[in-house]
């Protein structure tokens, strides 16, 4: 079966300084898939590339099999859906200001009263008329959730979805991803969250320093550790002895 998302031989350098090396990452459809890793791993940089955001020295990345070149068409725009790690919100609109907005851009008309049932299912329709700028940062990463409700993306990539969020909050973000699942979307996210990965993830790539650890993780192989430093630690020594 093909994958649905290709990353092959990925390299990018900056200043001499090697963010990603020979990056090999493979995503089947249908999957929720975590890129794990501490802080500084190259996690985010990753994502920038497979969205075409940021060019790379070398490598190839592919998309139900056809090689995506920079800058993307409309066409494989509308199939990716992307949440940041800072959430891309207008500050001086109201929540539901924003969301009405950005359906305008998806071209995927709701009525208003389609659009207050969306922020209600996030828990933040209380606040629909405050103003973003007067939101915490959950209430925000709420809002940009919401707004991941508006379209059905084929891909949904998000970059620590989990900041910000109380337990509540995470716990829907669980619930919502595994609806996008059922509903056939693929969803590639990151985090240094270990216990999130065990919960939510379907498989796992470990990435430190730009270089793809091990790929092929499951949750129930990474039940056993308390932090993703030890379970590193474990893959690079599997890694030698084999």
Wanted: glycine content about 8%; proline content about 3%.
């Amino acid at each position: 079966m093909t994958p649905i998302l290709e990353v092959q031989d990925i390299n990018k350098i900056i200043d001499e300084k090697v963010i990603l090396s020979e990056f090999n990452m493979a995503i089947q459809s249908n999957t929720i898939h975590a890129l794990l890793g501490p802080n500084g791993a190259g996690k985010t940089s990753l994502l920038k590339v497979i969205l075409g955001i940021n060019q790379y020295n070398s490598g190839v990345v592919r998309l139900n099999g056809s090689t995506l070149n920079i800058p993307y068409s409309k066409e494989i725009r509308r199939l990716i859906g992307y949440l940041p790690d800072e959430p891309m919100l207008t500050n001086l609109l109201t929540g539901m200001e924003n969301l009405s907005y950005m359906n305008y851009i998806y071209g995927k008309p709701k009525s208003d009263g389609e659009l207050a049932s969306i922020l209600d299912s996030n828990g933040i329709g209380e606040a629909k008329d405050v103003l973003v700028k007067d939101y915490s940062k959950g209430m925000k990463q709420r809002l940009s959730l919401a707004i991941m409700d508006l379209f059905h993306p084929i891909l949904l990539i998000l970059d620590e979805p989990t900041l910000g969020l109380d337990i509540v909050g995470v716990n829907n973000l669980k619930s919502k991803l595994k609806n996008y699942q059922k509903q056939g979307c693929t969803v590639l996210l990151t985090t240094h969250d270990i216990h999130f990965c065990q919960e939510i993830a379907d498989n796992v790539t470990l990435i430190n320093d730009g270089c793809n650890i091990d790929q092929g993780a499951t949750a129930d192989w990474l039940s056993k550790y308390d932090n993703i430093e030890l379970a590193m630690i474990d893959k690079l020594n599997l890694s030698k002895e084999a």
